[in-house]
């Protein structure tokens, strides 16, 4: 039975708030970690909860590690979580994003060596158009309004020719560094998870590969562009609060998402949606 429990979105006002009460407090206990105590992680539920779901109920056990997963569906929570000791570790996030998100709130989260798992190709979608040169002037897109996934999407056109941005426009672009706009695209910035369900209400969106699987919808087949795997920054990982990286249980779960058997997994189940990244 899929050992989960799922946290809407609802929570996320609440785990802020603990968070800004409570962390400034939360130190590492790294060294009382009991080995054979179950490893807790936090994940958004396509495709990071499923992997770590295949690997509880197919590698764990054998692996001689006790697993559990907790599914959020947003990118806020489960780092609070983890920095303030909730979980042990997250698994939904790539470097660009978490570095972005420690400047900003003074936490201190890190990757696990070797736990880079896979990619989710973000992509361009859209209800009312089937190419992208059919997109029509003045049309309005929908952008992740975190700031490394904006910058991200942002990328994304520019590769796409949509728009180009100012020279040096790294991981923090928006809309403000956009040079030369042909079409007149008008931006909509909004909370990740939303993406999906604004595509009735825009012309197009940019939307992230794990929301977009949750929609229904495939990198692969459904998106008028994706981003390449080939080079891309935007690996996700397993991380902990600093000092939790040698938790022999993290280090076994790192082994474990980076095996044969998860990259099959992976290959199998998204075909080209989501790719292994080792």
């Known amino acids: 039975m899929r050992n989960t429990a799922k946290i809407t979105t609802a929570v996320l006002a609440a785990g802020a708030l603990a968070f800004g009460l409570s962390a400034c407090g939360s130190g590492s206990d790294s060294g009382k970690k009991d080995a054979d105590a179950p490893l807790t992680v936090a994940a958004t539920p396509t495709p990071q909860g499923e992997i770590l779901t295949y690997v509880k109920d197919h590698l764990a056990q054998k692996a001689g590690l006790k697993l559990e997963v907790k599914e959020f569906t ?155 795997a080939k080079g891309n920054p935007y690996a996700n990982f397993l991380a902990v609060k600093k000092g939790n990286e040698n938790d022999p249980r993290v280090k076994k779960l790192a082994e474990l998402l980076t095996s044969p058997e998860v990259k099959k997994f992976i290959e199998d189940k998204y075909d080209g949606a989501v790719v292994p990244a080792f």
């Open 74 to 228: 947003d990118y806020v929570t489960p780092n609070t979580a983890v920095q303030q000791g909730q979980v042990d570790a997250n698994y939904f996030q790539h470097k660009p994003y978490l570095d972005d998100f420690n400047k900003k709130n003074g936490t201190d989260i890190v990757p696990v060596p070797g736990g880079s798992v896979h990619l989710e190709p973000l992509g361009l979608y859209s209800k009312s158009v089937k190419k992208l040169a059919d997109l029509k002037k003045g049309a309005t897109i929908a952008l992740p309004n975190d700031t490394t996934n904006e910058a991200r999407a942002l990328k994304l056109l520019e590769a796409n020719g949509v728009i180009e941005l100012k020279a040096g426009a790294g991981y923090e672009a928006t809309p403000k560094d956009v040079t030369s706009n042909p079409k007149d695209v008008k931006f909509k910035e909004l909370e990740a998870a939303q993406l999906p369900r604004s595509l009735g209400d825009v012309d197009a969106a940019v939307i992230n590969g794990n929301y977009a699987l949750e929609a229904q919808l495939s990198p692969a087949k459904d998106a008028l562009v994706a981003e390449s």
